[in-house]
């Protein structure tokens, strides 16, 4: 009777014998002055013919159960439940009727088809955010390849006559022209990293060392050091780790870094991956603002660049179910963490 769970006993005719508090209090039956000796069927007369025939089985010898299970009632109202339906056996082994344990599992049900309609809803907004921002960039960068070759061909026609004051204006939009172009493709990218998806088991030595050719040169003059340690295997997409590496090592040596190291630690089901550097270091007030987009603390004349190249870094790590954060103090480098999944515990 006060069991914590919703459970009713009932003969072969599944007329009521036993029932617990809490059926009486999830089925709203306290009008009843006693539901013992009640028919099921009188009680619930909207049971579906589906449930009826599962009775029977059970009435059989069967044991039925659903982990959950939709009840139209009368009122047009739908009640989720997650069920288990037995026999249970007299002393001399027959049948005797059926015990009922049931959980109603409307909210939690309610909970997860709002998600999904959620998650179908923010699936159909990125792919109609992706397919803007190709068009944009389409749209956009026709344009200003028309510009960048009208300037091309006017400091052509215009070089020999002396006009130094000319020549800083076309450069001035040459040089504007190729930063809207550099700034198009950035968001391109940033609108589209969530289709480069293709999950494997990555070498994260593998993807970090396609970063290392593109400073190549800077290692073989002593200009850069990079100390790299046994790096693991994780699961992800390779092109976009490698992205990720590239930002993180190249804003490293942009920011004045000559010397990066990496540093890997063992987190139970994640790998902690660390890029330390050297260089001109963060204010801990923007630790935070600086993964938004288009967020910069630098001129673009001191540092150039897009300003997504952090929100970048941060999408990606959350595609891979981690988290990035930075750990820094002005002029004292920057020490950016992020975490990755081990083979074998990221989720599908």
């Known amino acids: 009777k006060h069991a914590p769970a919703a459970i009713a006993m009932m003969d072969q005719e599944l007329r009521y014998i036993e029932v617990s508090d809490r059926w009486i209090q999830d089925y709203q039956l306290q009008y009843l002055d006693n539901i013992i000796g ?3 069927y009188d009680v619930f007369p909207d049971i579906p013919e589906r449930w009826k025939e599962i009775h029977q089985r059970v009435l059989q010898g069967h044991v ?61 907004s990125n792919s109609d955010l992706e397919h ?26 215009l070089q020999d006559d002396g006009r130094d004051d000319v020549e800083e204006l076309l450069s001035h939009i040459y040089t504007g022209v190729t930063r809207m172009r550099e700034l198009v493709r950035s968001i391109l990218s940033f ?47 390779y092109s976009l780790l490698v992205q990720l590496f590239q930002n993180l090592v190249g804003n490293a040596v942009k920011y004045g870094g000559t010397e990066v190291k990496i540093s890997v630690a063992d987190e139970s089901e994640y790998w902690k991956i660390g890029v330390h550097d050297n260089g001109i270091g963060i204010d801990p007030t923007y ?62």
């Open 191 to 237: 609108s589209t990293l969530d289709q480069q998806v293709e999950l494997e088991s990555v070498d994260l030595e593998a993807a970090l060392g396609e970063v290392l050719s593109d400073h190549r040169q800077a290692l073989s003059e002593g200009q850069l050091k990079i100390d790299i340690p046994e790096l693991p295997t994780v699961y992800g997409a």
């Open 132 to 157: 803007f921002a190709r068009a944009a960039s389409h749209d956009l960068q026709t344009p200003l390849r028309a510009v960048s070759s009208c300037v091309t061909l006017l400091q052509t026609l």
């Open 64 to 124: 039925e159960k659903v982990e959950e299970d939709p009840f139209p009632r009368e009122d047009g109202s739908v009640v989720w439940l997650q069920w288990e339906c037995q026999p249970w056996y007299t002393e001399y082994n027959e049948v005797g009727g059926a015990i009922f344990f049931t959980k109603v599992i409307t909210h939690q049900k309610e909970m997860e088809l709002e998600l999904l309609r959620q998650k179908q809803a923010l699936q159909r």
């Open 287 to 348: 630790k935070n603002s600086i993964f938004e987009i288009f967020k910069r603390l630098h001129s673009y004349s001191q540092y150039s660049g897009s300003g997504i190249g952090l929100a970048s870094c941060r999408r990606i790590v959350s595609i891979h179910q981690g988290k990035i954060w930075v750990e820094s103090e002005p002029n004292q480098g920057s020490s950016f963490y992020f975490t990755l999944p081990k083979e074998g515990y990221a989720s599908a």
């Open 38 to 40: 009640l028919s099921h």
